[in-house]
């Protein structure tokens, strides 16, 4: 829920287009800001002032196109979180679409512009603006709790220099408060092997909070050597601690302990030669709580699956020589939109859910599976080529051959394009991937929707007879007049079907309430 007023950037030379814009916007925005620029400078000088939710802007524009504008502000490290939405009078321009999302926008409108799809690409913008700023917001939270908790450290470990300071001046006052400090403290005792090299450590003191922190008695580890009580870590602690034999500096680091089930930080001081002192702190809840950030950060909060973010950061990541051929697979929830319209959203959610999990159990250990948004997934397959990629498509159409929400079938469109050469761009793979899927989508989705429809209108005609005769007479006046009207086939169905299900919304009312008649 956005509690604050948003301000919105449109920037086109046409002072026509920006008040077309404005009055658009106004209507679904009518209490916040939207601000207007003549010029690509005018429009990035206007978005570092005022840091707007949504920048609305056009392609060609004199002295500094659009693509430029979109590019500097995605190089900006305090603009590049604000969502870009190209709108242009260049329609069907495939060139121009690849050039905008090459630039970082994301989205791309063509004029005439549709009302409907401008408000829906808003919402969607202010959403992505939204989460990038509570994103943003949880870091800096972690930042001030890391920052919080190193204070403390700190103040841990000057507190302990300062108690093996006063081990010179007092033994006994020093051994009390060492025993009431809050950190666990370990003294142990190098020993050396034969060669001369260090080789194990000897336990010789420990106070009461490393007992209460590891769960190890005193009685049970003084006298004893380190790779008898903690045998799985002696390895990794050896070889940490090897450098305090020759520098004496102290050592810090943290670490899973998986002996303990805890985080600890751990910081070892070598108060005298062959002696090393070490102190635990206990940072289990802080690392759980960074890992519960991180998770909310880089994956989708519906399917549970990656993110965008994560996606982005990956694909630059994996986007190497030792990783080709690397495929790249787009999918796409056929009929998603309208089962929404007709059964509600969360019946929509249940079929993304469902499409999640099934391209997750296809897929591969090492495979990256995200959800982009909506109803698209894209999969990042590293050391696979064509033939390998279309096996696990088939893999995963055959786990959803028989899923089903309801009585709606699971269908997924699929793409693919795959990378063999370190020189070919990764963005034009994925336009390639993502255009291979829109072509099977357009012979796959025809028929998915004509199922859909059917199943729609029986559930409305079991709920009426009344409305089935009257759904199928206005489908027929319809075609009659598509037909006088001299339409081509494709349209005069298109409109047959529009007469049929002109009453859709009737899906949602009881059926008691569609049955009574007026008297």
Excluded: W
């Amino acid at each position: 829920m956005v509690n604050r007023r948003l301000k919105f950037l449109a920037i086109d030379d046409n002072p026509d287009n920006l008040i077309t814009l404005k009055a658009l916007i106004r209507e679904v925005y009518p209490d916040d800001l939207v601000l207007t620029a003549l010029s690509g400078p005018k429009g990035l000088e206007l978005a570092a002032q005022e840091d707007p939710d949504v920048i609305l802007l056009d392609v060609i524009m004199p002295g500094m196109d659009g693509f430029e504008v979109c590019r500097k502000l995605k190089e900006d490290k305090d603009l590049r979180d604000i969502p870009v939405v190209f709108v242009t009078a260049i329609r069907g321009d495939k060139e121009h679409r690849i050039l905008a999302l090459e630039s970082g926008a994301e989205a791309f409108l063509a004029k005439p512009i549709d009302e409907t799809e401008l408000t829906a690409q808003i919402r969607a913008m202010v959403k992505i603006k939204t989460a990038s700023m509570e994103k943003r917001d949880e870091k800096g939270q972690l930042a001030r709790l890391v920052e919080e908790k190193t204070c403390e450290l700190k103040k841990a470990h000057l507190k302990t220099i300062e108690l093996f300071e006063s081990l010179k001046e007092s033994e006994e006052n020093n051994r009390l408060l060492i025993t009431q400090m809050e950190q666990g403290l370990a003294v142990q005792e190098l020993i050396f092997d034969k060669t001369g090299k260090p080789d194990d450590y000897r336990f010789i003191y420990v106070n009461d909070s490393f007992e209460r922190l590891t769960g190890l008695k005193r009685e049970n580890i003084l006298g004893q050597v380190l790779s008898e009580i903690m045998p799985d870590s002696k390895r990794f602690l050896m070889e940490k601690h090897a450098s305090l034999v020759i520098t004496s500096e102290p050592v810090r680091y943290e670490r899973y302990f998986e002996q303990f089930k805890k985080y600890f930080e751990v910081v070892a001081y070598s108060p005298k030669p062959g002696r090393v002192a070490v102190i635990l702190s206990d940072i289990t809840d802080r690392k759980k709580k960074e890992e519960e950030i991180l998770y909310l950060i880089y994956h989708d909060h519906l399917t549970g699956l990656y993110n965008r973010r994560f996606y982005e950061e990956e694909l630059i990541r994996l986007d190497t020589e030792d990783n080709q051929p690397i495929t790249l697979v787009m999918a796409d929830v056929n009929g998603l939109k309208l089962i929404n319209d007709s059964f509600g959203h969360v019946f929509g959610d249940m079929l993304l859910k469902k499409t999640a999990e099934a391209i997750k159990k296809g897929s591969r250990r090492g495979d990256i599976v995200a959800r982009l948004g909506g109803d698209e997934f894209v999969m990042i397959l590293p050391n696979t080529d064509t033939f390998e990629a279309d096996q696990i498509i088939i893999s995963i159409k055959k786990l959803v051959e028989n899923e089903a929400i309801g009585a709606i079938k699971l269908s997924i469109s699929f793409g693919k394009a795959t990378k063999y050469h370190i020189d070919e761009n990764i963005q034009k793979v994925l336009k390639k991937a993502e255009d291979s899927m829109y072509r099977y989508k357009l012979y796959e989705s025809a028929s998915i929707r004509s199922k859909t429809i059917d199943l729609i209108m029986n559930t409305l005609y079991e709920k009426s007879s009344r409305e089935m005769l009257h759904s199928k007479r206005v489908s027929e006046i319809c075609e009659k007049i598509a037909i006088e009207m001299k339409f081509d086939q494709d349209h005069i169905s298109q409109i047959r079907t529009a007469g049929l299900i002109h009453d859709i919304g009737k899906m949602g009312i009881d059926e008691k309430i569609l049955n009574n008649r007026i008297n």
